[in-house]
Antibody, heavy 118, light 107 residues
């Protein structure tokens, strides 16, 4: 059974750093792209970027380029999304998702809620 | 980036109604379009991929059509569990943008 299990709720202050995780199981982690999607409170889905764990090829949406870093550790089948200096506007729910054949998202993580507030 | 515009943004309908949601792309995306359903507090769920293929386990009342720039999601007979928000996503070229969503509410 394919599963993407994300790390838990985070409450941070502006300027702090954060790394959230997405642990994959039930399939070959290195053979599928993993994407990250943001959903701000009460808003729609926003595509942030993706990584191919097999060779760490990474693509970012221009809206998020330079704002976040996507990485993966294939030895533990885990993808990461990190910030070096959080802002209040980074508050939201963040989902990791598996892309099937780079054509659609077939599995989603449960989401990680990040709240940034002073 | 490719822009996706869904219409309508809000839709009020009754159980048993046939509803159609449109998704228009700012440039051609062949058939690389997916539709997702999202319920409050939950991750999205895949309904339709490559414009018209029904994901396994999804009821047959859901269907998708279109190619190029115009796409449609149709629910043939609304059931109570279908009231949710629906999103289209293009996966033709990165970044893989989403439409703004259609909130389907009970009339």
């Amino acid at each position: 059974e394919v599963q993407l299990v994300q790390s838990g709720v985070e409450v941070k202050k502006p300027g702090e750093s954060l790394k959230i995780s997405c642990k994959a199981s039930g399939y070959s982690f290195t053979n599928y792209w993993i994407g990250w999607v943001r959903q701000m409170p009460g808003k729609g889905l926003e595509w942030m970027g993706m990584i191919y764990p097999g060779d760490s090829d990474t693509k970012y949406s221009p809206s998020f380029q330079g704002q976040v870093t996507i990485s993966a550790d294939k030895s533990i089948s885990t993808a990461y999304l990190q910030w070096s200096g959080l802002m209040a506007s980074d508050t939201g729910m963040f989902y990791c998702a598996r892309l099937y054949s780079n054509s659609f998202i077939d599995f989603w993580g449960q989401g990680t809620l990040v709240t940034v507030s002073s | 980036d490719i822009q996706l515009t869904q219409s309508p943004s809000f839709l009020s309908a009754s159980v048993g109604d046939r509803v159609t949601i449109s998704c228009r792309a700012s440039q051609g995306i062949r058939s690389y379009l997916a539709w997702y359903q999202q319920k409050p507090g939950k991750a999205p769920n895949l309904l339709i991929y490559t414009a018209s293929s029904l994901q396994s386990g999804v009821p047959s009342r859901f269907s998708g059509s279109g190619s190029g720039t115009e796409f449609t999601l149709t629910i043939s007979s609304l059931q109570p569990e279908d009231f949710a928000t629906y999103y289209c996503q293009q996966l033709d070229s990165h970044p893989y943008t989403f439409g703004q969503g259609t909130n389907l509410e009970i009339k």
